[in-house]
């Protein structure tokens, strides 16, 4: 997937979220102001959310990778003992 997929998907989720939000946030007009800065906050994090959607399954590499220091590692010791 190239950048400009991934972007012009972010910004479609990122509407259609944002809409639904105005939405309800229209609709709450008369609840508290908590209530609806609760649906901002939630429509927000959805989008953080849903960003991370196309990149599933890449792989992540560890900073001590296989054998280097770390959990289980089985090289050097992190400090300076012997």
């Known amino acids: 997937m190239t950048w400009v997929e991934l972007l012009a998907q972010s910004a479609w989720r990122g509407s259609i979220v944002l809409a639904a939000a105005f939405a309800a946030a229209a609709g709450l007009r008369r609840a508290s102001a908590a209530v609806r800065h609760f649906v901002w906050t939630a429509a927000l994090a959805a989008i953080v959310v849903l960003r ?4 599933r399954g890449a792989e992540v590499e560890l900073a001590g990778g296989e054998g280097g220091a770390g959990a289980g590692g089985g090289g050097e010791p992190a400090c300076g003992t012997d």
Not at 52 to 55: A, C, K, Y
């Open 52 to 55: 991370g959607g196309p990149v």
